[in-house]
């Protein structure tokens, strides 16, 4: 059957996938949700003998119902390829009482690259579908690890365009200097003088600005968004939880249909969302674990019903979870107000206006799937060390945010079930983090020399991703303002 995607803030004309994951954004500042989430049609053992790739045409082609099978397996065929370092793409690790989802193997080391190394591939199947002739210039604002992966995943791609805003002291060292050290002419990174929210706010503005637009088409381009709110990047990311169920059916950990908890560690609520998708497709999940750092706007969330986003922006050690207004959790609000466009847009507004909305009791009893946490620092920075110490898996800080808020989580219910945590980076990408959580006494090494002694106490060899930043040079120092984008996007295109 096919899926067609509506807005989630008002009643226009729906669209195909294709011109879905061209607008990024829809024209009235919604996001595209399918009007119906397919159910799996393989059955969970038949799963459990397929490979990342098969899996991942699987769910994909339920959800893409307007690319045909050719061009959807050439799309998934050239993202899953030995650009990942081993050939399970996503492979599930076991440590202490959990399976770690290793979805950082990909060549930016984060999990971002399990959406955005197939992003560009249909993006530029969905302009010649569509038979676009403007160069699309992607858009994105980071916290941090989407920036490196957008810019690695376009890079020198024909008729494409990217421009990357990241908070200029918002993000690690080695974040930073993966994206300023980007090779590409069609590449450009900018330092904006703001938080992660600003970024965001600033680029969905750029987005829904009808003049831009207008000029931009007469001199032949149009924008997307490699964000995760282009249904692009949601949907290959519900395939790895039902990859992760299937290897754990295969090797024997779970019985076909045995219920599975999810632990996943949120900033824009994309990730989870994938997660929440997979489970209305039919996947046996029973609880969806969200943890949060400091910025714990969705736990708050969880057990008032009130989003709330009026509080100090906390820059912690896990950037890319330091968020405040997570995109995604509309494609959930809008489907808990039972599809109501008007009734999301109206929540929307206030979150745009006096910055916080409440639900009502109704659309809260639907959240009954979701369990919502955080981790302070220190318990962020315990629980890398602990896990160390335990078993020697070294695992990056949001990692241990998710890992920690588990412990939270068997404490106060009790429940054993088999749980999957999403480890969304690698430890070297947060390397002086995760290093002085270990030992403080890690904190005088130099950056690299970090990287080394992680290799060593890790057992792990270190990541091409980071061998190759070691000497590369800066290529991109643009800094602006926040009210500077739009100037600094049109100067890039030449206008
Ligand atoms: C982006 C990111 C997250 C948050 O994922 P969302 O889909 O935005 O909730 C968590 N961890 C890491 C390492 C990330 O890069």
């Known amino acids: 059957m096919e899926v067609i995607y509506r807005s989630t803030r008002s009643n226009s004309e729906p669209v195909t996938a294709s011109q879905a994951i061209l607008k990024g954004l829809s024209d009235d500042g919604g996001l595209f949700v399918p009007d119906h989430i397919p159910a799996l049609d393989k059955s969970l053992s038949e799963l459990a003998g397929m490979s990342y790739q098969q899996v991942a045409y699987e769910v994909m082609k339920l959800f893409l119902t307007d690319f045909t099978e050719e061009e959807l397996k050439n799309c998934i065929n050239n993202a899953y390829d030995s650009k990942f370092d081993t050939e399970k793409i996503a492979p599930l690790v076991q440590a202490d009482d959990a399976y770690y989802l290793e979805l950082f193997h990909g060549s930016t080391i984060a999990f971002k690259d399990m959406a955005l190394s197939i992003l560009p591939h249909l993006m530029i199947t969905s302009a010649r579908k569509n038979n676009i002739k403007n160069e699309i210039v992607i858009l994105t604002a980071t916290s941090g690890d989407t920036g490196k992966a957008a810019l690695a995943g376009f890079a020198d791609v024909k008729g494409t365009r990217i421009i990357v805003f990241y908070p200029k002291n918002g993000v690690s060292p080695i974040q930073e200097k993966q994206m300023v050290t980007q090779k590409g002419a069609n590449t450009f990174v900018v330092g904006i003088h703001g938080n992660f929210d600003d970024a965001q706010t600033g680029v969905k503005k750029i987005f829904s600005d009808k003049e831009l637009a207008k000029e931009m088409d007469e001199k032949g381009f149009q924008f997307s968004s490699a964000n995760s709110i282009n249904i692009g990047r949601l949907v290959p990311q519900i395939c790895y939880y039902v990859y992760a169920y299937a290897q754990l059916l295969k090797d024997g950990k779970i019985t076909e249909g045995e219920k599975i908890n999810v632990v996943v560690p949120t900033g824009n609520f994309g990730n989870i969302l994938a997660a929440f998708y997979a489970k209305n497709m039919g996947l046996p999940i029973d609880k969806l674990i969200c943890a949060s750092n400091d910025n714990k706007v969705l736990y708050d969330f969880f057990r008032t019903g009130t989003y709330d986003r009026n509080r100090e922006f906390v ?30 847009r109206e929540l929307m507004n206030a979150l745009s206006g006096n910055g916080k909305y409440e639900i009502t009791e109704e659309m809260k009893a639907q959240l009954a799937d979701f369990y919502g946490n955080f981790a302070s620092e220190a318990e962020t920075a315990a629980e890398i ?103 600094t996007v049109k100067s890039f295109l030449g206008m």
């Open 315 to 344: 820059l912690t050690t896990s950037p890319s979870m330091d968020i405040l207004i997570s995109s995604n959790l509309e494609r959930l609000i809008y489907r808990i107000a039972g599809n109501d466009a008007d009734k999301n």
């Open 385 to 487: 060390r602990r896990l160390y110490e335990k078993c020697g898996y070294v695992i990056d800080t949001h990692t241990a945010v998710a890992s920690a808020v588990y412990g939270k989580y068997v404490v106060e219910t009790g429940d054993h079930k088999t749980t999957v945590i999403a480890s969304t980076a690698s430890p070297f990408k947060f390397t002086r983090s995760v290093m002085d959580a270990i030992d403080i006494k890690y904190d005088a090494m130099g950056d690299f020399e970090l990287v080394d002694e992680l290799s060593k106490i890790a057992k792990v060899k270190v990541p091409n991703a980071i061998e190759e930043i070691r000497t590369a040079p800066v290529l991109h120092d643009t800094q602006c303002d926040v009210d500077k984008m739009k100037d």
